[in-house]
């Protein structure tokens, strides 16, 4: 998962830790907004008290059959409204804390587990490719490819030109630094790396 190459390790490894605490922050954030928004529930476990006493008033002695059918009938409606407010407190509070929490951090995240799953494919297919007599050359192709501009010319002032007269190290370079290669790669009759690549 990671480069042997301490620095790109290290710039990996800040790049996880950035990552985990920007989606842990909004996680926490989403969390206790559904924490208070909960809270709203507490009218509707009001209205449900007040129909469990209206309850009890009915069944008191002396109250009338007529009167405390009323009360009754009363308090299952107070209980109905209860459970019905209390229960769409919950709901637009998950909803909310969701939002909160999934739409600044998912796509983030999302993002990140998607660029380090192409890199670690990239890193198993270069350790394989390594053995070819052409993969000086195929390194140089690449990074003529995807390398900035900036970085192209940082390199060579001169690429396509090195490129053509088979000057392909110093362009080379620019993509072992990217997976964590020494700048020399095995000759064909060595044996290949142990997935010099990644540890």
């Not at 020399?184 to 060595?190: A, K, T």
Request: net charge positive.
């Amino acid at each position: 998962m990671y480069s042997s190459s301490p620095k790109v390790r290290t710039r990996q490894v800040r790049s996880d830790l950035l990552v985990a605490v920007w989606c842990a922050s909004w996680f926490w954030s989403g969390h206790e907004i559904y924490q208070l928004l909960t809270k709203l529930g507490g009218a509707g476990r009001l209205l449900q008290d007040a129909s469990s006493d209206v309850n009890v008033s009915s069944r008191l002695p002396g109250v009338f059959r007529s009167p405390a059918e009323k009360l009754d009938s009363f308090g299952q409606g107070l209980n109905r409204a209860g459970e019905l407010q209390a229960s769409a407190a919950h709901d637009v509070a998950l909803a909310i804390g969701l939002l909160v929490a999934l739409l600044p951090a998912a796509p983030i995240l999302l993002r990140h587990v998607l660029k380090r799953l192409a890199w670690i494919r990239g890193a198993n297919a270069v350790a394989e490719l390594r053995r070819s007599p052409d993969f000086t050359r195929l390194m140089a192709q690449r990074a003529l490819m995807r390398q900035p501009l900036h970085r192209l010319m940082k390199a060579s002032p001169t690429p396509l030109e090195d490129f053509a007269a088979g000057n392909h190290e110093a362009l080379a370079e620019l993509e072992y630094e990217e997976f964590g290669l020494h700048k020399r790669p095995h000759p064909r009759n060595e044996s290949p790396p142990v997935v010099d690549g990644i540890s």
